[in-house]
Structures are given as structure tokens and as C-alpha cells.
């Protein structure tokens, strides 16, 4: 299985961008369905976005046009590029994997987008 650490995070003024990393160690990666998710306070995590092994995506509709999801397999690494920042995408930010019955998460960081 996987082990999963992020980075990238920070405080970004609103209409800012930030790329998020989560490298993976382990040599099934490229097998794993990876994903961000994100969890502000008082509310439930919520998926952001997804990519699978062969590089199909999917996003949050409230990310969609503003953040992009990305992966190095052979790095062992995916990205969420978000520009156009808002207020409302303050949150942790984890990075998630998953693969038939195996699910691994990171230790989350923090994004704060504000003026």
C-alpha cells in the first residue's frame, strides 16, 4: 500500500494560485485511483477531484474551469493546480488513494485564500 505526504499549501489572496503535491511511495502507484479532497471547518471532506491510472478525470463542480488535476506516474506523483482562488476553498486539502479494496490517505495541508 501506499504511503501519502502532501505539500503545496499556503495563504494565497483571492483571484491567487497554488499547486498542491502528493508524493506516493510504493510501486503501485500507477495503479491507484488518486484523488484531493477537502474538508473545511465544520463541514463533511468532500471530493474535489479524481484521476485514475490512465489519466481519466473528474471534478467538484465547484472547482470545475479553476482547478486541474494531474499525475507523474513515473514520479510518483499528482498535483491539483488551482487558480482563481476564492474564500469558500479555504480548507485542508488531503490526497487520497485508492486501488480494489485498499484506501490510503495523507496527513492533509492547509490552503487559506484570503485578502
Known amino acids: 500500500q501506499v504511503q501519502l505526504v502532501e505539500s503545496g499549501g499556503g495563504l494565497v489572496q483571492p483571484g491567487g494560485s497554488l499547486r498542491l503535491s502528493c508524493a506516493a511511495s510504493?510501486?503501485?502507484?500507477?495503479?491507484?485511483?488518486m484523488g484531493w479532497y477537502r474538508q473545511a471547518p465544520g463541514n463533511q471532506r468532500e471530493l474535489v477531484a479524481s484521476?485514475?491510472?490512465?489519466?481519466?478525470?473528474n471534478y467538484a463542480d465547484s472547482v470545475k474551469g479553476r482547478f486541474t488535476i494531474s499525475r507523474d506516474n513515473a514520479k510518483n506523483t499528482v498535483y491539483l493546480q488551482m487558480n482563481s482562488l476564492k474564500p469558500e476553498d479555504t480548507a485542508v486539502y488531503y490526497c487520497?488513494?485508492?486501488?480494489?479494496?485498499?484506501?490510503?490517505w495523507g496527513q492533509g495541508t492547509q490552503v487559506t485564500v484570503s485578502s
Open positions: 484521476i485514475t491510472g490512465n489519466g481519466a478525470t
Open positions: 510504493g510501486s503501485m502507484f500507477r495503479l491507484y485511483t
Open positions: 487520497n488513494g485508492q486501488f480494489q479494496s485498499l484506501v490510503t
